[in-house]
């Protein structure tokens, strides 16, 4: 008995540690790394921080528009319910453009950026940027545009 | 008791998966007061904004409109604005915004807009201060900025000089800031810099001559006297320069730079010294004729800000009345930020 109270507290700490994640990092870890046209770059502590000084993490997917569009637009929508800020376009019923500011109360904050049709014609590429940190917009669209090339 | 585990773990993972059901309301907006909620109805579009919030100054800004002039909204346009509210609780569900609030008397208030899910549209929402979004530049602008760039220090070496000048590169030195202020104009990948910099430059000898102006202003090579020894002879000279250089970002922090600087040469002198026994003696001679205006060609590229550069002087140094004909190189480090 005190063995099935166990699994089920570890259970429900799992299911609450992991509704605390942000949806979009499911993009990570390797998940579609078999797919060829999929980049991941994950980059935290000093190497994020000669980025720019405000950063903890830095994360960036790109892959295929068509395969990988669908699927994260799902993670975002579910991410911009927790933001203080968000910013979606819809082009021809496919979300083509987000971004997202969570609020860290203090602590980190989160943004989300997302683009739809990134790339040229030939390649179009779903292009997922998470930056962590405490960052000007400004700053923001200079590190997006930089990583994001 | 196993039936009670197991219908507790069942219990458990729905709950999980019913967390990342996006079919839940979404609420946008949960304050217990605010100074004036503004809301806005149209076809093309629908827009909330609630005025300080919980006696903050942060404001709460709602806009849903539809791109290409569809409509997403069918009810009819309205307009309202109310102060002092209380109880305010914005919330979309499927495609329903619900906005809920208590007037200033009490009561209890509420606007329902089923929005249609048009193919091109936009949902901005937000709460702060100011406002929300990223801007980026285009890539096909141009932007202008005043900058300060080109910090360098290098070796000198005469070109073209007659034989027996005896010019040390290693005692040569150069001194310049490109652009002590400039403005540099930006378009993509390029950039194009002018402004006002200085540079100071001189040539240094090491030979047992000395360089001396005579009567005619002509400048020849003159013995050191016996007896005396720690010969030092040279031209220095300073110089107001304008820079028209083209800039080109290689991307990876690599940064290569090209182009003519002007030279205004506002100073030039020829100093000499040497010990004669214990004594240093040590003369200068101004006027020397140097050309007033001469262009250099200058070429730097660097990485993280830092680098080499080399810059070629093909303009003879001194009027064509000095009879000692030679223009410069040099090389050395730029720190160009």
Known sequence: ????????????????????????????????????????????????????????????????????????????????????????????????????????????????????????????RALLVILEGTLSAKRQAQVIRKIGK | MKRIILLALFALMTSALLAQNQAEPDTLLNAKNAKELIFSSMPGGVEITVNGIDSTSNNFHYNYFSSNNGKINDGDTEYFRSTKVKDILIVTADSVLSVNYRDEAGNAEYRNVVLKNTPD??????????????????????????????????????TGAPKGMGIDMGRSLEWSWNAILGIEMTHGRHHLLTGLGVRFKSLVSNSNHYFFKNDDKSITMVPFEENTRDHKTGFYTFALQVPVLYKLDMGRSWLFSVGPIVNFNTGAHISSEYKAGDVKHKFTTSKIGQRPVTVDGYASMTFHGIGLYVRYSPMKMLRDRANLDFGTFSTGLVVAF
């Open chain 2, 121 to 158: 549209r936009q949902v901005r929402t937000w709460t702060g201060s100011g406002s929300f979004g990223l801007e980026f530049a285009r890539s096909g602008r141009t932007s202008w900025e005043i900058v300060t760039s080109g910090l360098s220090f290098g070796f000198v070496t005469p």
């Open chain 1, 1 to 124: 008995m005190r063995r099935i109270t166990v699994i089920l507290i570890l259970l429900f700490l799992t299911v609450v540690s992991a509704s605390a994640q942000l949806n979009v990092d499911r993009m990570f870890g390797g998940t579609y790394c078999n797919d060829p046209s999929v980049s991941e770059v994950v980059i935290t502590g000093a190497q994020a921080k000669a980025i720019d000084k405000g950063l903890t993490r830095v994360a960036v997917f790109k892959g295929n528009a068509v395969r990988f569009g669908p699927i994260i637009s799902k993670l975002v929508n579910a991410d911009a319910r927790k933001a203080s800020g968000r910013d979606i376009r819809y082009t021809g019923g496919k979300m083509s453009y987000a971004y997202i500011a969570i609020d860290g109360q203090g602590r980190k904050n989160t943004y989300i950026y997302y683009v739809g049709d990134a790339g040229k014609a030939s390649d179009r």
